[in-house]
């Protein structure tokens, strides 16, 4: 009798157990979902009167879209800005009346603290380093400006998850402060794109892969056990450890995938990135592959 009375309050406490997860997992789901549309319906007020500012004094037919690019450290002078930098030297170029007019402006979001005279200063280096000249903004047939986000002021991160995670985070804080038509990462953080997708109604995600967060081949040298900078000798010596990391990568990359895969257009440096980026981000067909001219800055 006591063996059954105890079989039975276990049951029941497990029951009871369950029942409260499963309560609070709906209450989750349903928080979330309450958040995301009342998330999607401020920003895209905010996104509406943004624009009804910048068509002031413009023909009704005026319809400007803003184009957001987020690249925080868009002041150091390497591939992935000199390819930010042309992107916007090429919208610039375009002559056609009616593409010019449908573009309102360039935003770029960035962690560079906001010194005085950073635009010019940036701008200067930027034609300095890559021959790239946009100095005199009002030459420009676009309009250029830079929104200074609040970097995270923890330290530098650790893992994958870590790193995305943050990037996360700096884009949101991105997009509430100006949320743009087109989204474009020109730094290969593509967990950022899920954040504009699911909370900007219509916003179109475009990127620029340099070189992919995670690769086949750094799945295939855990399964190896070859060690590594970012594979260290203690992991590669201990068949549980090198399991357990095998798991990790695995899932992150299946995850990394999925994400990648909410970009309308890819942009890659190469056939190598090509080849990785395409096999992961499997659901994503439009790619393009970005060659610069040795005389001229210029996306061929």
Known sequence: ??????????????TILLSTAGTIAVIAILGFFMF??????????????????????????????????????????????RVLWTIIQCLNQIQTEQIVR??????????????????????????????????????????????????????QPTSLISQSWKTMLLA????????PDVYFDTTGCAFTYLLPKLLLPNCKVGCYVH???????????VYDRRPSYNHSAT???????????????????VVYGFVGSLSDLVLVNSTWTFGHVSFLWRFRRLFGLLSFSKKTAGIQ
């Open 1 to 14: 009798r006591d063996a059954g009375s105890s079989a039975s309050i276990g049951t029941l406490l497990l």
């Open 36 to 81: 995301t549309l009342f998330t999607r319906h401020l920003l895209d007020h905010k996104r509406q009167q943004l624009k009804v500012d910048v068509t002031k004094d413009k023909p009704k037919e005026y319809a400007p879209l803003i184009i957001g690019f987020f690249h925080p450290n868009c002041s150091a002078g390497g591939g992935g800005e």
């Open 102 to 155: 449908s573009i309102g402006g360039i935003l770029i979001y960035t962690t560079d603290p906001d010194k005085q005279n950073y635009d010019a200063t940036v701008l200067g280096h930027v034609y300095t380093r890559f021959g790239i000249d946009l100095r005199d903004n009002r030459k420009q047939s676009i309009p250029l400006t830079f929104l200074h986000l609040k970097p995270n002021a923890s330290s």
């Open 172 to 179: 949101y804080d991105a997009i509430s402060a100006i949320p």
């Open 211 to 221: 070189y992919p967060t995670i690769s086949t081949d750094m799945l295939k040298m």
């Open 235 to 253: 992991v590669v010596g201990s068949p549980w450890k090198t399991a357990m990391k095998l798991v990790y990568y695995t899932g992150f990359a």
